[in-house]
């Protein structure tokens, strides 16, 4: 029995150590300007990986696509690693204490507020690119190659901006991207675009919308938000249109906004059918009074779903039960 045990020990061990060599080599124990350092000395980019320690998409990343093989195969291979602890805690060690200033600064500098971010840099440590938000494999991956691209990274593409040196389509991609982004300066980039553009309509229309978000303004949001879709299909991305969604879903009672919510949700997943974009659909299909088919929908969801499946159970009890879900959030 004895020797059985040991033998599951050395094996999970052995599992554990190759999960670890196959995934993102990330650096602990050096500072911003060594990494910069090692970067230069071996000719490399620099990925930053911004998480708090309460982000349950950032511990996703880290427990799940960052140990990947192909990961760490591209990213070992085209950067050196590193975590930024962005908030602080008492059961920090000395390496992430060691590197608040560093975090601070990057945070500082770079606007991050949203988690995760991930920020790359040149071997010199010049800003190239972001992206935010947890994602799979492939989604990592295509950011780290936009990165490497002088035509697909954000800071390199924001740099061409502020020289005008942009076509009126790539100006306005770049700005909406900004927003995607959660860029601090997005809505000083659309009044640019607005001064520099003969035909701006397009932006002026949307800059309104973000005021309407910045100001809370739900329900002119929706209104107004689901004329523009329809008049510029494609130009939001499913990530907003469900933000906006769910706004309505826990800030709008009025039964024929609630409708146009609903159809902007159901855009929101036409293609992807991400089961938390789904999630939200049902929770304004329950809303409306369309009880059994939110169920089905989230049931849905939860099979779609690999991760965090019991939210998604108790939602559904909570629909059986008549719950109303929209005052719990």
Known sequence: ??????????????????????????????????IVEKATKEHKGIFVDCYTTWCG???????????????????????????????????????TIAWRADASMLE???????????????????????????????????????ALDSNMAYYTIKSKFELNKLSADNAFKFVMKAYDLYDDRAES?????????PDSSKMSEYLKLSYYEKMNMTEFLIEDGSK????????????????????????????????????????????SNAPEFMDTYAQLLYKLGNKEEAIMVEQKAMDKATTDKE???????????????????
């Not at 040991?6 to 094996?11: A, D, G, K, R, S």
């Not at 939210?311 to 959030?329: L, M």
Request: aromatic share 12%.
């Open 108 to 146: 500082k500098k770079f606007l991050v507020h949203v988690y995760p971010t991930f920020l790359y840099f040149s071997s010199n440590g010049d800003a190239l690119h972001r992206s935010v938000g947890a994602g799979g494999a492939t989604s990592i991956i295509k950011e780290g190659i936009n």
């Open 189 to 197: 980039y659309a009044k640019q675009y607005i001064r520099t553009q």
């Open 228 to 271: 523009y879709i329809q008049k510029y299909p494609g130009i939001i991305t499913n990530d907003k249109l469900n933000e906006w969604a769910w706004n309505a879903f826990t800030k709008i009672n009025d039964k024929e906004l609630l409708q146009k919510a609903l159809a902007i949700s159901k855009q929101s997943f036409a293609v």
């Open 311 to 329: 939210s998604y159970q108790k939602t559904i009890e909570s629909f059986k039960a008549g719950k109303k879900t929209w005052e719990a959030q």
């Open 57 to 95: 998409p950032c511990k996703n990343m880290s427990s799940t696509i960052f140990p990947m093989k192909e990961v760490g195969d591209f990213f070992n291979k085209n950067f050196i690693c590193v975590k930024a602890q962005m908030d602080s805690t008492k059961k920090d060690n000395e390496t």
């Open 1 to 34: 029995m004895k020797s059985i045990v040991l033998i599951m020990v050395v094996f999970l061990t052995l599992k554990v150590c190759s999960a670890q060599e196959s995934g993102i080599k990330f650096e602990h124990g050096l500072s911003w300007k060594q």
